[in-house]
């Protein structure tokens, strides 16, 4: 097995769940490499040292641009607020990294297409987390809708709710709260939420054409952790959006962290004229199924417990019956991310597949500016 080094940058939520896959995907998938954690990089040093210590990092930097430069790592690890992305993931290409990035790719379309033209000049592996294409229900899904189960696709309906930021006295901006802050954030459940919804609907159901779109802002002005000051709020706090796929489907999305008593309810739905389904992040492990071409007397939605060995990703884990959740998403990640790198088949999606999602991220916030359609540019 060979050795590959990584270099994580960010040890907050996600620095945790990427941590969490490299330490554990080999004891679970027969892969060529192995990941060794090399070093973390953040900020703050006793926090960076603890974080070291529990998940077994060899070395502690303070400086990203070192840890770049350090010619003992293979691959950076980008696990910071959206508004470092491009900085951090162009250095890496240009010193020959291989680079895995969080989502959204970038702060706008504009930003991420410089991204994807240096990456590719450089010709780095790459790969962005979009983590939610790896929940065994959800390529399941991907696998029903390829082998043509559904026939034509209809409608497509998806939903990411939460419920966290109601408060009028949460401040916005700083080590907890970048979400909030426009400069940090570059949008607010548009990249933080949809485009989750937005990269799995791509994957399922092919490219978006157009879209229009509304947004709120519901609470005005925070007190701002960074400056002190009460200041504007520049994120959308809800936003809701048509969309028209070029398949000819039509679609609705809605996001939201005003949704009192939904912690992170993301769902979709998708019709076709033989069958639909359903699936819901909560009972993440299950895929609702109905088929109209099932005898009369026994047509209904089936709940498919996605545990079995037939199901995508689930031979490596436990027996049947026995069921997995949120942080092996990012295992399944890491393991196709190896073994694509072995077999000269890069896993997805790449950062070309994340700008796409970008550009429909843009269009709904630049329809709901407008208050028309606008429409999807194509990736280039
Ligand atoms: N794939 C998913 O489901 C998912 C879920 C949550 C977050 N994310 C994405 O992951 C990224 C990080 O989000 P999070 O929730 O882990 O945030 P977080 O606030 O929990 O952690 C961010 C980390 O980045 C570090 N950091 C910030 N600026 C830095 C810098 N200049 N140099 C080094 N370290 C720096 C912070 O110290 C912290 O350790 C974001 O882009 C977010 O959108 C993705």
Redesign the pocket.
């Known amino acids: 097995m060979k050795k590959l080094n990584v270099g994580l ?9 990427h941590s969490n896959a490299f330490r554990k995907v080999n004891n679970f998938f027969d892969l060529p490499y192995q990941p060794v954690l090399r070093a973390i ?4 040093e006793n ?1 960076a040292r603890a974080f070291a210590k529990k998940w077994g990092y060899e070395s502690v930097e303070m ?2 641009r070192k840890l770049i430069q350090r010619e003992d790592i293979d691959l950076i690890d ?5 508004n ?2 491009a900085e ?1 993931a162009i250095a890496a290409a240009r010193a020959g990294k291989m680079i895995l990035c ?3 790719l970038s702060m706008d379309g504009k930003q991420g297409e410089k991204m994807v033209k240096e990456i590719e000049k450089a010709g780095v592996p790459n790969m962005v ?4 294409r790896r929940v065994p229900a959800v390529t399941l899904a991907k696998q029903l809708i390829d082998e043509g189960r559904l026939g034509r696709i209809f409608h497509y309906r998806a939903k990411f709710l939460q419920d966290w930021t109601i408060s009028k006295d949460l401040p916005q901006g700083g ?2 709260l ?2 909030l802050d426009l400069k940090a ?1 570059g949008s607010g459940v548009t ?2 939420l949809l485009a ?1 919804c937005i990269d799995t609907a791509i994957w399922l159901n092919g490219g978006i054409g157009s879209v229009t779109a509304m947004t709120e802002t519901f609470i005005k002005e925070r007190k701002h952790n960074l400056t002190g000051k009460v200041e504007k709020v520049g994120i959308d706090d809800a936003c809701a959006f048509l969309a028209r796929f070029k398949n000819g489907s039509l679609a609705t999305f809605e996001s939201t962290r005003y949704a009192r008593g939904h912690k992170a309810l993301y769902t979709f739905e998708i019709n076709g004229e033989n069958a639909s389904i359903a699936w819901d992040l909560h009972d993440l492990h299950r895929l609702q199924y109905f088929d109209h071409r099932d005898e009369g007397k026994l047509r209904g939605w089936r709940s498919i417990h996605i545990t079995d060995s037939d199901h995508p990703y689930m031979k490596n884990w436990w027996v049947p019956g026995l069921q997995i959740g949120y942080e092996h998403t ?1 295992i399944h990640q890491v393991a196709d991310f190896l073994t694509g790198l072995d077999a000269k088949k890069p896993a997805h999606p790449d950062f070309r597949d994340a700008l796409e999602t970008q550009y429909v991220c843009d269009a709904v916030l630049k329809s709901a500016r407008t208050g028309k359609w606008e429409k999807v540019p194509k990736v280039k």
């Open positions: 940058i960010g040890y907050g939520f996600m620095g945790r769940t990089c953040a900020r703050d926090n400086d990203w980008i696990a910071t607020p959206n470092t992305h951090i969080e989502k959204p987390w979009y983590n939610y080590t907890a970048w979400r954030a990249g933080d989750h990012f």
